[in-house]
Structures are given as structure tokens and as C-alpha cells.
């Protein structure tokens, strides 16, 4: 069967089929994921049956023999799976990528994986499961643009890079990741945007706050207005709220 070959979860989430509806192989499961690309040479995807789970090629058939507790996509060529209520990451071959085992891991993203060790602190690993940096955070997330952000015990967020080190010096009650060179996040005062140096873009404060796309954001004041602002904070609409008459 070709690569080429685009396949898709069944409506009742048990098998896959082509684009016209036909199914792929003969096997049925109690519930698969979506086919992911190893190395773009073949595609696998996560199934399971009867409690056990493993990854199966486009005829149905298992790649390893080994059965898991859960298994997720293959990303940068390897899986998240949870083995009695350890996770790791395998190998296509169903073998472990590294001996550490955690309390949780994610995808890799750029071959860096966010994962959760059994004393419950977060950091990111590489491929080989070694910590990318000595500190430990309560919470962080995926890498974007090279950043990432990572919360301390005393609730409070900030944005490290690929080495741990900070980005800036500012902290937040809430953060999010950059996009497009800039980050949403939360002070006393509510909701603003940041810059890559931590700092405020504009001196409003919001009740919530969404990405900038093509240089503008839509926001809601704490009055419950909603506006459409641009990176210098400016405001470019009003916007009138719908509400249906229930």
C-alpha cells in the first residue's frame, strides 16, 4: 500500500478508511488515532482492544509485538505510551527511546518532549530522555519560537529558552506561549500583551485578551465590551455582542 495513500478514522472511531469510505484493512478495535509519518518512508497509527494498546501499519497489522496500557502518534519519530502507569517514549521497534520513566510525557515538538517526573516537577527532555537543563518547574509547556513557559510554586509564570535560562525578568499570574513575536499575559490589573523582553505593549488592561492574527487582537474589557485592537493597542472596532433571545 502507498504512503501516499491518506487514510482516516471511521465514524465510529474503530477502524480507518480511504477517502471514499473503504475500509483500509479487516481489523476492527475498540478505538484508534490518527496515522502519523515515520521518517516520511511509512505510516502507524495508535489502536487499542480489550484495555491493551499498541500501533498498527496501513494494513491493520502491529509493528511490535510488545502491548502497552495507552499509546499516542509517533512525532520526531517516537511515541508517548503509558506502560503500568509509567510513561516513556518508544522506538518504532516498540522499544523504550531511554531508560527514564515519568509520571507523564508529551509529543516531541522539535525533538523536545515536556515531561512530568514521579515528585511531580516539570522540565523537557531531548531524544535520549536527559533533561535539557537543571531546574525544575510546577508547571511548562510546548516550545514555540524557541521559548517555552514555565511556572514556579508560587503560581507565577515566565518565559525560559531551550537552555532554562530566562527570557526576561518579568513574572505573570498567567502566560501563554509567543505567536508572531508576541505573548498574552496576566497581571493584577487583568490581561495584556507582551514582547519578547516581557515588557507591555500598550498600557490597557483586559478582562481577556486573543493572539494578534495579521496585527490585531480582539479583547473584552472589564466592562464587557468588546473591541478590536492593533499592536500599539489602539482601538480600530467596536464590536456589538450577539446574544439570542432564549
Request: with cysteine.
Amino acid at each position: 500500500m502507498s504512503i501516499l495513500a491518506k487514510l482516516y478514522v471511521s465514524d465510529d472511531g474503530r477502524y480507518h478508511t480511504f477517502a471514499d469510505g473503504t475500509p483500509a484493512y479487516s481489523a476492527r478495535f475498540d478505538e484508534v488515532l490518527s496515522f502519523h509519518d515515520i521518517d516520511n518512508a511509512y505510516q502507524v497509527a495508535p489502536v487499542c482492544l480489550n484495555s491493551q494498546a499498541w500501533h498498527i501499519n496501513e494494513t491493520g497489522e502491529a509493528i511490535y509485538p510488545h502491548k502497552f496500557n495507552r499509546t499516542f502518534g509517533f512525532y520526531c519519530g517516537v511515541a508517548a505510551v503509558v506502560e503500568n502507569n509509567d510513561w516513556f517514549h518508544i522506538l518504532p521497534s516498540g522499544f523504550a527511546a531511554y531508560a527514564q520513566r515519568y509520571a507523564f510525557v508529551g509529543n516531541y515538538q522539535q525533538n523536545i518532549a515536556v515531561v512530568c517526573n514521579k515528585d511531580g516537577f516539570y522540565f523537557h527532555i531531548d531524544k535520549l530522555g536527559q533533561p535539557l537543563y537543571e531546574n525544575k518547574w510546577i508547571y511548562c509547556g510546548d516550545f514555540r519560537e524557541g521559548i517555552a513557559v514555565a511556572q514556579t510554586e508560587n503560581g507565577l509564570s515566565t518565559h525560559i529558552d531551550k537552555q532554562g535560562r530566562f527570557i526576561h525578568s518579568n513574572w505573570f499570574l498567567d502566560l501563554d506561549v509567543f505567536h508572531k513575536g508576541f505573548a498574552r499575559a496576566k497581571s493584577d490589573d487583568g490581561w495584556h500583551h507582551i514582547d519578547k523582553s516581557g515588557k507591555p505593549i500598550y498600557a490597557q488592561r483586559y478582562a481577556s485578551v486573543e493572539p494578534f492574527y495579521n496585527g490585531f487582537s480582539r479583547v473584552e474589557t472589564h466592562s464587557g465590551a468588546l473591541q478590536i485592537i492593533n499592536e500599539q493597542g489602539n482601538v480600530i472596532r467596536e464590536l456589538i455582542p450577539f446574544r439570542l433571545n432564549i
